[in-house]
């Protein structure tokens, strides 16, 4: 499979990427524990099947000091003892609000009230960002086969 189009290079697609990029860093600057906003930014990633996005959040975890144990049960959370029940929150609500069209309901009233109870409201305006923009970062690479593997940590960074 090959890149169908490269977004880096179009000068409309480079503008989007700025902006979409400092919209980013709105959440990359707020509480959220920065742990939080990559492992979540993984798991969405993951179920988005976005190659590019998995290698950028993995690569920046790690970066950040995230362990690689951790990172490898990422997509298994709910079977390993290595998250913090907030952390199992914010990955929840991360699927949830990832996989929309398998509920009607979207976010389900438990995990709502699950995350309110880890994270305050600045944390929470941060996280539901964060899926917003994960989830549109993965169709933005899925649809032109961005693929994984060529990111260095602190490149996406470099568009703000």
């Known amino acids: 499979m090959d890149t169908r189009f490269n977004l880096f290079e179009n000068e409309i697609a480079a503008k989007f990427a700025k902006r ?28 988005n099947g976005c190659g590019w996005c998995i290698d950028m959040h993995t ?3 790690e970066a950040a000091g995230e362990t690689a144990v ?8 709910r079977e390993s ?12 609500l991360a699927e ?4 929309l069209a398998d509920a009607h309901d979207g976010v389900s009233d438990e995990t709502w009230a699950r995350v309110r ?11 539901v960002a964060l899926v917003a923009l994960i989830n549109a970062a993965n ?11 060529s990111y260095e940590p602190g490149m996406f960074a470099a568009l703000t």
């Open 139 to 149: 169709r933005l690479a899925v649809i032109v086969h961005q693929r994984g593997g």
């Open 96 to 99: 949830e609000g990832t996989r």
């Open 81 to 92: 003892t290595v998250f913090t029940d907030a952390e199992r929150a914010a990955l929840a």
């Open 20 to 47: 979409f990029a400092n919209a980013g860093l709105v959440v990359h600057q707020s509480p959220l524990p920065r742990s939080t906003q990559e492992l979540v930014s993984l798991r969405a990633s993951q179920i």
């Open 70 to 77: 951790r990172l490898h049960l990422v997509a298994a959370w």
């Open 117 to 127: 109870e880890h994270y305050d409201d600045d944390q929470i305006a941060a996280l």
């Open 59 to 61: 690569k920046e975890a």
